[in-house]
């Protein structure tokens, strides 16, 4: 990794729903912006159950649809190396507690939501991305949405 590039590092439960498409729409965006070389983009899980699995299938077809692709395979978040990561994004506040307890430096944790402007003065309790793996299949199209307008929130903060 060169000293110039920004490291992020999008985390959720299982890695297999929603920081896998947080990953794959925030390089959809910096690819579409031109600044996708200004950063090494990952994601992982706290929970591991699911390590070295593709993204769920619900997650593929969305971002299919909407031209994204999923690259990565899930994996457990290893705190040793991932603290050292510039930020660390949860998609949830129990992700977030999660990763402060695993020793992550708070100033670098971040909830994806926090970046939608639309929601800039909406408490925290309002700002996670539910999960979806439970529920109807509607829930990863709210949930691609979601994290669409947080992630171009973020690339606006952050290139
Ligand atoms: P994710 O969703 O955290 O968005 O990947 C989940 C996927 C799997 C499980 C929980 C959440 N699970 O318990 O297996």
């Given at each position: 990794m060169s000293d110039t590039r920004t490291s992020v590092l999008f985390v959720c439960l299982?890695?297999?729903?929603?920081s896998p498409l947080a990953e794959g729409v925030f390089l959809h965006l910096a690819q579409q912006r031109g600044v996708n070389d200004r950063f090494d983009v990952d994601s992982c899980g706290?929970?591991?159950?699911?390590?070295g699995e593709r993204p769920d299938p619900r997650s593929l077809a969305v971002a299919e649809k909407h031209g994204v692709s999923l690259p990565g395979h899930a994996r457990k978040y290893a705190p040793?190396?991932?603290?050292?990561?510039?930020w660390l994004i949860p998609m949830d506040t129990s992700n977030r507690d999660d990763l402060i307890e695993g020793g992550a430096p708070r100033e670098r944790v971040h909830l994806l939501?926090?970046?939608d402007p639309r929601l800039k003065?909406?408490?925290?309790?309002?700002?996670d991305v539910p999960?979806?793996?439970?529920?109807?299949?509607g829930g990863f199209d709210e949930v691609y949405g979601m994290i669409h307008r947080a992630c171009e929130g973020m690339l606006d903060a952050l290139a």
């Open positions: 299982g890695n297999i729903c929603r706290t929970g591991g159950w699911h390590a040793g190396a991932d603290n050292a990561l510039d939501r926090s970046f003065d909406m408490p925290e309790r309002s700002l999960d979806p793996y439970y529920g109807a299949p």
